[in-house]
Antibody, heavy 122, light 111 residues
Framework: EVQLVESGGGLVQPGRSLRLSCAAS????????MHWVRQAPGKGLEWVSGISWNSGSIGYADSVKGRFTISRDNAKNSLYLQMNSLRAEDMALYYCAKDGRGYDSKGWFDPWGQGTLVTVSS | QSVLTQPPSVSGAPGQRVTISCTGSSSNIGAGYDVHWYQQLPGTAPKLVIYSNRNRPSGVPDRFSGSKSGTSASLAITGLQAEDEADYYC???????????FGGGTKLTVL
């Protein structure tokens, strides 16, 4: 069974940093691109970032470009999101998702983890 | 303002058919990129119900179907059931943004 388990969320002050992790199991991790998607309270889904199987292709939403960094460790079956200079508008439930298409990051998201909550407040 | 446009809400009685539209542009759906659909039940993570315009993942009832034409796509649900009440999102890839994009979501109410 494919499983994605996010961790690292919590309460953080504006301007500070946080690192999210996503532990993957049940599939060959380095065969697939991965993504981070967020959902602010009561709002819709927003794609945050995606990374190809070998980290050769990386993309970010304009809202996080220059502040967030996605990375992966295929040896540890793990995906990460380093979030710097956090703002109130970054407060959301952050989901990790596997790209269904495979190697690049232009496909669908399946499955999704349960999410980790990031709260930005002073 | 989402890159893909969906109606905020749709509704239908049990047993009826409803459709949810997703309108994009020449840099996403119109450029030939596939459209995917997700169902999000209250308090849960999104679940894929249609991928690559018209394909159903294993376990998704055949009451769910998808189509795409030009710069738009649609999700149809026939034989509506109470358990279908949820938020639905479309998603595609945008070449101008070099990333994935979502619709704003549609709340389906089963009357």
């Amino acid at each position: 069974e494919v499983q994605l388990v996010e961790s690292g969320g919590g309460l953080v002050q504006p301007g500070r940093s946080l690192r999210l992790s996503c532990a993957a199991s049940g599939f060959i991790f380095d065969d697939y691109a991965m993504h981070w998607v967020r959902q602010a309270p009561g709002k819709g889904l927003e794609w945050v970032s995606g990374i190809s199987w070998n980290s050769g292709s990386i993309g970010y939403a304009d809202s996080v470009k220059g502040r967030f960094t996605i990375s992966r460790d295929n040896a540890k079956n793990s995906l990460y999101l380093q979030m710097n200079s956090l703002r109130a508008e970054d407060m959301a439930l952050y989901y990790c998702a596997k790209d269904g298409r495979g190697y690049d990051s232009k496909g669908w998201f399946d499955p999704w983890g349960q999410g980790t909550l990031v709260t930005v407040s002073s | 303002q989402s890159v893909l446009t969906q109606p905020p809400s749709v509704s239908g009685a049990p047993g009826q058919r409803v459709t949810i539209s997703c309108t994009g542009s020449s840099s996403n759906i119109g450029a030939g990129y596939d459209v995917h659909w997700y169902q999000q039940l209250p308090g849960t993570a999104p679940k894929l119900v249609i991928y690559s315009n018209r394909n159903r993942p294993s376990g998704v009832p055949d009451r769910f179907s998808g189509s795409k034409s030009g710069t738009s796509a649609s999700l149809a649900i026939t034989g509506l059931q109470a358990e279908d009440e949820a938020d639905y999102y479309c998603q595609s890839y945008d070449s101008s943004l070099s990333g994935s994009v979502f619709g704003g979501g549609t709340k389906l109410t089963v009357l």
